[in-house]
């Protein structure tokens, strides 16, 4: 029980970090994917792996706040899920920056292949305007920010995973 109220603060603290602050910060800086990045260190470095599905929870809470540009975000947060399930088991399991980097760089690719398409597909039965380059945009903006972030966020990992680790194993 303890365990899933630790999750669902921590979860709400990256959802509230990300939609109050980096969305109210200048531009490119409000394009930085805090969730994704979040949830790609902590799945693929710190070893949670129920994490993952704070991605879905994320893309279905934008749909619900109206607080996004495409429409079922959720779909396009469940395929990064993916890719960063199948990436992080397959290909970068050694937990290493450029694996951490790398996977991330893909969950935002995935996203930005599967927001195109819903995009698409949204404007062609009238759900959504037409496709722009706002998307392709923002995160192209987002997986050069996402890596700066993770530069700037490695040379402390171990000290964060085990804190982290403490935390939730002191508390649950």
């Known amino acids: 029980m303890t365990k899933i109220v630790i999750y669902l603060v921590a979860f709400l603290a990256l959802f509230t970090l990300e939609i109050s602050f980096v969305y109210s910060l ?25 994490v993952i599905w704070w991605m879905v929870f994320h893309g279905i809470l934008l749909d619900t706040f109206s607080l996004s540009f495409v429409p079922l975000h959720w779909a396009a947060y469940m ?8 990436a992080s088991k397959h290909i970068f399991s050694n937990r290493s920056f450029y694996g951490v980097a790398a996977t991330t760089s893909m969950a ?28 392709i945009s923002v995160r192209v903006w987002g997986m050069g ?6 530069i700037m966020l490695f040379p402390f990992s171990t000290k964060i995973k085990t804190t982290l680790q403490w935390l939730f194993q002191q508390y649950s």
């Open 79 to 86: 395929v990064a899920a993916v890719i960063t399930t199948l």
């Open 108 to 135: 935002i690719g995935a996203m930005l292949v599967m927001e195109i398409l819903l995009s698409t597909g949204g404007s062609l039965v009238g759900l959504s305007p037409q496709f722009s380059g706002t998307i």
């Open 145 to 150: 920010l996402s890596i700066i972030f993770l």
């Open 26 to 50: 200048p531009a490119p800086l409000d394009r930085l994917p805090i969730m994704i990045i979040g949830v790609v260190f902590l799945y693929l470095y710190a070893g949670f792996p129920n």
